[in-house]
């Protein structure tokens, strides 16, 4: 928790073989949707963990965030479990989580950190051994407030195709809805001559599958990377930017394809900027670098090849994940303990999003609803309950 290493490489030598989760029995709460990212460190912390037995608890948008927290309590203490992990934010009622700080290791991983961290995370910390996020500013501002913390890279075990035809000029895979400056950079770039596709839920494309997504990467002359992400959910009216490391990044450079990206602070911690890839700082910038990396073809893919060699060496699945067993085992002895904890209006409000109407009339869960959310919203969704009987 004390150290600050320059970059993954020098906090990997320092990595001791040890492993945490050998033997133990671990509880995890994920959601029942699949998600590449967090299933891919998941089956990683099982695969080099090798732990005992593990147990999980699935949730989606229809679940009881109560009976949710009651089955983390009872399971963890019915099974004896070793090791509970949270992937992905959720409403878990704050009395089960300190109950069980004494009995268990507790561990949040959350891809949405530098979006949520003001409204949920900082909060939802205070009841963790150990956060791991994919934002290295994030790491330092709960580093601030005396939560422990880690950065994660985003592996993957995906064969690739080798048919390579560099078929597109320069392409985006991702959402551009209510996503920061993502529409403005695109646009820039389609008033000049430079051609683009986009590809996305949001675009003309719809969504695409996992398998065309790194088709794509891999035959762009250039692929586009965004780091801002979105706004403050509590402060509509102030836009604050923010920007966070995107598991894109890996997966293009992953795929071997030539990456131009948005700056933010974790890249250089897991890449060296103008070797493997390519950092702009603005929109000027963005076409001058895809203008200069078209006309140069082999400075492209000596970027391209240094950056895959990287993480081919780094960041490959069964390379990475011993080594984030042990990044997570080193971590053991920091336990936080607390006696009370801060449960504020901007978490409130939050959480308000895990409230399921269906069971808004059930007494037990309209407590505790009253209790740890906003008071106003939920008589309204009683009274609306009750006028449509």
């Given at each position: 928790?004390?150290?600050?290493?320059?970059?993954?490489e020098?906090?990997?030598?320092?990595?001791?073989?040890?492993?945490?989760?050998?033997?133990?029995?671990?509880?995890?709460?994920?959601?029942?949707?699949?998600?590449?990212?967090?299933?891919?460190?998941?089956?990683g912390?099982i695969?080099?963990?090798?732990?005992?037995?593990?147990?999980?608890?699935?949730?989606?948008?229809?679940?009881?965030?109560?009976?949710?927290?009651?089955?983390?309590?009872?399971?963890?203490f019915?099974?004896?479990?070793?090791?509970?992990?949270?992937?992905?934010?959720?409403?878990?009622?704050?009395?089960?989580?300190?109950?069980?700080?004494?009995?268990?290791?507790?561990?949040?991983?959350?891809?949405?950190?530098?979006?949520?961290?003001?409204?949920?995370?900082?909060?939802?910390?205070?009841?963790?051994?150990?956060n791991?996020?994919?934002c290295?500013?994030?790491?330092k501002?709960?580093?601030?407030?005396?939560?422990?913390?880690?950065?994660?890279?985003?592996?993957?075990?995906?064969?690739?195709?080798?048919?390579?035809?560099?078929?597109?000029?320069?392409?985006f895979?991702?959402?551009?809805k209510?996503?920061?400056?993502?529409?403005?950079?695109?646009?820039?770039?389609?008033?000049?001559?430079?051609?683009?596709?986009?590809?996305?839920?949001?675009?003309?494309?719809?969504?695409i599958?996992?398998?065309?997504?790194?088709?794509?990467?891999?035959?762009?002359?250039?692929?586009?990377?965004?780091?801002?992400?979105?706004?403050?959910?509590?402060?509509?009216?102030?836009?604050?930017?923010?920007?966070?490391?995107?598991?894109?990044?890996?997966?293009?450079?992953?795929?071997?394809g030539?990456?131009?990206?948005?700056?933010d602070?974790?890249?250089k911690?897991?890449?060296?900027?103008?070797?493997?890839?390519?950092?702009?700082?603005?929109?000027?910038?963005?076409?001058?670098?895809?203008?200069?990396?078209?006309?140069?073809?082999?400075?492209?893919?000596q970027?391209?090849?240094?950056?895959?060699?990287?993480?081919?060496?780094?960041?490959?699945?069964?390379?990475?994940?011993?080594?984030?067993?042990?990044?997570?085992?080193?971590?053991?002895?920091?336990?936080?303990?607390?006696?009370?904890?801060?449960?504020?209006?901007?978490?409130?409000?939050?959480?308000?999003?895990?409230?399921?109407?269906r069971?808004?009339?059930?007494?037990?869960?309209?407590?505790?609803?009253?209790?740890?959310?906003?008071?106003?919203?939920?008589?309204?969704?009683?009274?609306?309950y009750?006028?449509?009987?």
């Amino acid at each position: 928790m004390k150290k600050n290493y320059k970059n993954y490489e020098s906090e990997l030598r320092s990595l001791k073989k040890i492993n945490f989760f050998n033997n133990k029995k671990i509880l995890i709460l994920k959601k029942k949707k699949i998600s590449f990212y967090y299933d891919n460190l998941i089956s990683g912390i099982i695969d080099f963990g090798k732990p005992k037995k593990t147990f999980y608890i699935h949730y989606d948008s229809s679940s009881n965030y109560l009976e949710i927290s009651k089955k983390i309590d009872n399971i963890i203490f019915k099974e004896n479990i070793g090791i509970f992990i949270c992937a992905s934010y959720y409403f878990i009622i704050p009395t089960i989580l300190k109950k069980i700080q004494d009995r268990v290791y507790r561990i949040r991983i959350d891809g949405d950190d530098a979006f949520h961290f003001h409204n949920y995370s900082k909060w939802y910390a205070q009841f963790f051994d150990l956060n791991i996020t994919n934002c290295l500013s994030i790491k330092k501002q709960f580093k601030k407030l005396g939560s422990n913390s880690i950065v994660y890279a985003s592996p993957f075990k995906k064969k690739l195709k080798k048919n390579i035809n560099r078929k597109y000029t320069v392409t985006f895979v991702g959402l551009l809805k209510n996503k920061l400056n993502r529409l403005d950079f695109i646009n820039s770039i389609k008033k000049t001559d430079i051609n683009i596709d986009i590809f996305g839920a949001d675009s003309p494309s719809g969504y695409i599958s996992q398998n065309k997504v790194f088709e794509i990467y891999q035959n762009s002359m250039i692929n586009l990377n965004f780091t801002g992400i979105s706004y403050e959910d509590n402060q509509p009216n102030k836009y604050f930017k923010k920007t966070t490391m995107t598991g894109r990044i890996f997966e293009i450079i992953g795929s071997g394809g030539f990456l131009i990206s948005e700056n933010d602070d974790s890249i250089k911690y897991f890449f060296e900027p103008e070797k493997d890839l390519v950092i702009f700082k603005n929109k000027s910038d963005l076409i001058k670098k895809i203008k200069y990396y078209l006309a140069n073809p082999n400075k492209r893919k000596q970027i391209a090849m240094n950056g895959h060699k990287k993480f081919l060496r780094l960041y490959e699945y069964n390379k990475y994940m011993p080594n984030f067993v042990y990044q997570i085992s080193q971590q053991k002895e920091y336990k936080k303990i607390i006696d009370y904890y801060i449960w504020p209006n901007e978490l409130r409000k939050f959480l308000i999003r895990f409230i399921n109407k269906r069971f808004i009339i059930y007494p037990n869960y309209f407590y505790y609803s009253f209790k740890l959310t906003k008071k106003s919203f939920l008589f309204d969704r009683l009274i609306n309950y009750y006028k449509k009987l």
